[in-house]
């Protein structure tokens, strides 16, 4: 079991919670040292449906998740956030922790957050992993959403990641998931990918009814350096029901050398 420091971050009014691993250091090539890994979480959750994925990175490299401003039980924004000041609360939160290059890794609507932090400041993060991203143009409708995540969670999720989710979104409340859901849902994805200058690799779960495999292959295509792959039995949670193909993906497409991952309990 990896362990990690938990500590407050404050930045322009707005508070969240970073927790970092400190890994092996191994190098991706000798000399070089191996970027950090920086996780974000989508909607209404956490960090802890990261948690499985967290453990298995940080085996490797310095590993960081970050609870976002307004959830997982952070205290409330006075107003609605927009994806850029997300964007920017991640970048002062790496600031505040000494990350100066990266691999940037978001799920759902943590994928907007990264493509926008990335766009801002190209120079911090050597490689973009976009996992089951948001939202679909073709899907881009409340109720639709709605539809394929009720999908998902009925037929494609662990009871254990159906559980992290709804509790997250217990603490996040109502009011502030709504509050925020005009914000992910207007997000141009498709447009803005095509400022991320880094390579990106697109990555779901070939069951996610929520990502489709279409709609990340379009994205995987506009990225100046774009990859696409799919982990088999996996729905929209797959860092969570596939962690070890999953880490195994994102280690394989960020260059970190080291053995095969062992399968998470």
Not at 62 to 74: C, E, H, K, Q, V
């Amino acid at each position: 079991m990896v362990d990690f420091a938990v500590s407050d971050v404050r930045s322009q009014g707005l508070s969240g919670r970073l927790y970092a691993s400190r890994g092996t250091g191994k190098s991706r090539a000798e000399g070089e040292a191996a970027p950090a890994f920086v996780l974000l979480h989508g909607i209404g959750v956490s960090h802890r449906y990261l948690f499985r994925l967290h453990q298995l990175l940080a085996e490797t490299t310095d590993t960081y998740s970050i609870d976002l401003p307004g959830f997982a039980g952070t205290p409330k924004p006075d107003r609605q956030l927009s994806v850029g000041d997300y964007a920017d609360f991640i970048l002062a939160a790496l600031d505040e922790a000494g990350v100066t290059s990266c691999v940037l890794v978001g799920h759902s609507m943590g994928t907007q957050f990264a493509v926008e932090a990335a766009a801002r400041q190209p120079d911090r993060f050597t490689e973009l992993v976009l996992m089951g991203p948001v939202v679909d143009p073709r899907r881009r409708t409340v109720m639709r959403q709605a539809l394929d995540l009720t999908k998902d969670c009925a037929f494609f999720e662990s009871a254990s990641s159906n559980l992290i989710v709804l509790t997250d979104y217990v603490r996040c409340g109502p009011r502030w998931y709504l509050t925020e859901l005009p914000v992910m849902m207007s997000y141009p994805l498709e447009e803005r990918i095509g400022d991320v200058r880094v390579p990106v690799l697109v990555l779901r779960g070939a069951k996610d009814p929520v990502a489709s495999r279409n709609w990340c292959q379009v994205l995987a295509a506009r990225a100046a350096a774009g990859q696409f792959r799919e982990v088999s039995g996996c729905g929209h949670v797959a860092q969570h029901t596939g962690t070890t193909a999953v880490a195994q993906a994102i280690l394989d497409f960020a260059g970190h050398p080291g053995r095969p991952l062992e399968t998470t309990a």
